[in-house]
Every structure is written in C-alpha cells, then in structure tokens.
C-alpha cells in the first residue's frame, strides 16, 4: 500500500513552458486535492476532486487545469508555467466515509525561471 | 470561508521543556486537523478531533467549540519532535470534502 504517490520529486521549468505534475493513490478514496505551499504561508488549495469526472476550483486556480479520468489519479496540468508558479505542490485524498483524515503525497517542488 | 489563525509562528526550546501551540478558527467545522511537517517536507496527519482532548504519546490535542480553539501540546520535547506544526480546519462548516484551510504553521525547533 504506497498511499499517495507524486512524480517529478522536482522540476526546473522555463517561462511559458507546460507540465503535468502526476498524482495517484492506490487508497480508493473518492476525494483527492492539489495543494500549494508557498514560504511563510499556509497550504493553499488550487484544484479538488470528490470522484472521478468530477472536479472543481478552489482558492488558486488560475494557470492550472485538472483532470479526473479514474479513482486512482489526479494530474495536475500547468500551462505556460510563470514565476509565480514556484512552489512545492502536494496532492492529498481522503476518504468520503466521515473523518476526512488526508492523506498527503511527498511533493513536487517545482522551480520556474 | 474558515480563516485559520495559529500562534507563536517560531518557537525554539530546549529539550524536556512543555509545549504550547495554539490555534484560532472562524467558523464552525465538524472536525480541526493537526498536521507535521518534517524538515524534508513531508506532511502527516497527527490529530482530528471534534472536542475534548486526543493523545498520541507525548503529544496531546485539545479543543473548545465554544471558542473555536485548538491546543497542541507537547510534553517531555526531545530534538527529534523538531518540525512545523500545522492546523487545519475544513474550508467551510462541515466536514471538508471540498478542502482545508490551513494555518501558517509553528517552526519548532526543539535544541538538546
């Protein structure tokens, strides 16, 4: 049992170029999240899923798009990476069944110059 | 939307000492987290708790609903307990399917 699992562990992307950060968990939880984590700030939420083909926005989304195609994966997709896109992304799920405990993938962090 | 506050953001003590971390929320939530982050950036889950008081060894959370308030508590430190401490609360009222807010984390470092 990995739980959640993350790749790249880093990444050095150039202005206006496109990634896709990979995230899977092998839990079968229906709810998995993407998170970033910015120095001197508290996790920010930018995409979440509650199931497969299901997905919405949360409080950072601008300049990332989602997919949902199965239970066990969630990528996250930047598209013409900036500056302000440096962070240490990390992907979570948790269970629908009461105690929404995360679980937290190791993270990618992600530098673009 | 749940704003998260936490205090003292850096704490330093020497080893055996009791700690303190304290945490602020905004709306009612059906459950608080406390998450650690270790210095090689890994994030657990140490506690939820929806009220009265958890213990996982030496470390111990407690909560007041009424004034929306959670404590971390460490007792008998040792440099090893040295990480971020983070809470989280569920975005809105209820449960927190659709996210957490987080606080900004306590840097504690624990010194021998």
């Known amino acids: 049992n990995a739980g959640v699992t993350q790749t790249p562990k880093f990444r050095i992307l150039k202005i206006g170029q496109s990634m896709t950060l990979q995230c899977t968990q092998d839990?079968?939880?229906?709810?998995m999240y993407w998170y970033r984590q910015d120095p001197g700030m508290g996790l920010k939420l930018i995409y979440y899923?509650?199931?497969?083909?299901?997905?919405d926005k949360g409080e950072v989304p601008n300049g990332y798009n989602v997919s949902r195609s199965t239970t066990e994966d969630f990528p996250l997709r930047l598209e013409l990476a900036a500056p302000s896109q440096t962070s240490v992304y990390f992907c979570?799920?948790?269970?629908?069944?009461?105690?929404?405990?995360?679980?937290f993938g190791p993270g990618t962090r992600l530098t673009v110059t | 939307k749940n704003e998260v506050e936490q205090s003292p953001q850096n704490l330093t003590a020497q080893e055996g000492e009791f700690i303190t971390i304290n945490c602020s929320y905004s709306?009612?939530?059906?459950?608080l987290h406390w998450l650690q982050q270790h210095p090689g950036g890994g994030i657990v889950s140490l506690f939820m708790?929806?009220?009265g008081k958890k213990k996982h060894g030496r470390l111990i959370a407690t909560i007041n609903i009424q004034e929306k308030h959670s404590s971390l508590h460490i007792t008998a430190s040792h440099p090893r307990d040295s990480a971020v401490y983070i809470c989280?609360?569920?975005?809105?009222?209820?449960?927190?399917?659709?996210?957490?807010?987080f606080g900004k984390g306590t840097h504690l470092i624990i010194q021998p």
């Open positions: 899923s509650v199931g497969a083909g299901i997905t």
């Open positions: 709306v009612g939530i059906s459950a």
């Open positions: 708790l929806s009220s």
């Open positions: 979570a799920s948790t269970s629908d069944r009461g105690t929404y405990e995360q679980y």
């Open positions: 839990m079968n939880h229906n709810y």
């Open positions: 989280a609360a569920p975005k809105y009222s209820g449960g927190g399917a659709d996210g957490l807010t």
